[in-house]
T-cell receptor, first 116, second 115 residues
């Protein structure tokens, strides 16, 4: 089973709203990722959690706040977003084996976010 | 600076024929390469991968070839089917010491398989 689930599937929010995106995996993976994808572009890495600790923040604006409550769950809290933040937000997970090993990321279906 | 490049934005192939998607990379530290398939408004689906210690990996209709000296990899789909029509992303990572888990994606190639 290589399933990563994301909720909600679609989200429309105003610039003053606060909302959260959720991601869950039950594959025992110890790394989880948030990506942003615009139309006709490749996924763009935002955050990496490794063993529930934030290991990479790709200079993402503070209006995006990630949280990893446990090894199976990853949240992305959204506040005061701009219309240009509208995109497909993808979650991924991987085993995060020790260095030198192959590490495949499996993606969820994404949340289509529209900021009005 | 694009470290992973897919120079063909699109490819059109007849059903039953071979599809060949190409990818070039510049970073010699990359040691693991992956291909993902993506339908519109869905997440990328992992297809096949190859470690830098191999030059070929096969899984059913999909074969990935790696030429390290040329820093080039390709995905072969034989025979191509209409359901293969999607955007294909090549991605690379470095899993040695200092592994950050970061995947570097190419820009994608849109494959259309005509019935």
């Amino acid at each position: 089973d290589t399933e990563v689930t994301q909720t909600p599937k679609h989200l429309v929010m105003g610039m003053t709203n606060k909302k959260s995106l959720k991601c869950e995996q039950h594959m025992g993976h110890r790394a989880m990722y948030w990506y942003k994808q615009k139309a006709k572009k490749p996924p763009e890495l935002m955050f990496v959690y490794s063993y529930e600790k934030l290991s990479i923040n790709e200079s993402v604006p503070s209006r995006f706040s990630p949280e990893c409550p446990n090894s199976s769950l990853l949240n992305l809290h959204l506040h005061a977003l701009q219309p240009e933040d509208s995109a497909l937000y993808l979650c991924a997970s991987s085993q995060r084996l020790a260095g030198g090993s192959t590490d495949t990321q499996y993606f969820g279906p994404g949340t289509r976010l529209t900021v009005l | 600076d694009q470290q992973v490049k897919q120079n063909s934005p699109s490819l059109s192939v007849q059903e039953g024929r071979i599809s060949i998607l190409n990818c070039d990379y510049t970073n010699s530290m990359f040691d693991y390469f992956l291909w993902y398939k993506k339908y519109p408004a869905e997440g990328p689906t992992f297809l096949i991968s190859i470690s830098s210690i191999k030059d070929k990996n096969e899984d059913g209709r999909f074969t990935v070839f790696l030429n390290k000296s040329a820093k080039h990899l390709s995905l072969h789909i034989v025979p191509s089917q209409p359901g293969d029509s999607a955007v294909y992303f090549c991605a690379a990572s470095s899993n040695g010491s200092g592994n950050t888990g970061k995947l570097i994606f190419g820009q994608g190639t849109t494959l259309q398989v005509k019935p």
